[in-house]
């Protein structure tokens, strides 16, 4: 059974940091590019980070650019998303998201976690 579980959201003040976690299983890891994706209430979905498993390329949207780092660890079958100097802007339900290609759209993305709420606020 192929999963992705995220763990690691949580409220946090403006300009704190968070760690998102995700866990894969059910497929072959190593052949996959983990996405990072949000959605806020009333806003469309929007592509945050992604990672290629294979080689380590890294992508971040101009958004949160500096700010958030995607990392991998194959032996655990983990992508993190370390955010940091997080704003108000940045509240939404983090998804990740699992696909063969690089920089595909989220229609494409085989495999979807079940999200994690981000909230930053005062």
């Known amino acids: 059974e192929v999963q992705l579980v995220e763990s690691g959201g949580g409220l946090v003040q403006p300009g704190g940091s968070l760690r998102l976690s995700c866990e894969a299983s059910g497929f072959t890891f190593g052949d996959y590019v983990i996405g990072w994706f949000r959605q806020a209430p009333g806003k469309e979905r929007e592509g945050v980070s992604c990672i290629s498993n294979s080689d380590g390329r890294t992508y971040y949207a101009d958004s949160v650019k500096g700010r958030f780092t995607a990392s991998s660890d194959n032996a655990k079958n983990t992508v993190y998303l370390q955010m940091n100097s997080l704003k108000p802007e940045d509240t939404a339900v983090y998804y990740c998201?699992?696909?063969?290609?690089?920089?595909?759209?989220?229609?494409?993305?085989?495999?979807w976690g079940q999200g994690t709420q981000v909230t930053v606020s005062s």
């Open positions: 998201a699992a696909a063969l290609g690089w920089l595909v759209s989220w229609q494409e993305y085989h495999y």
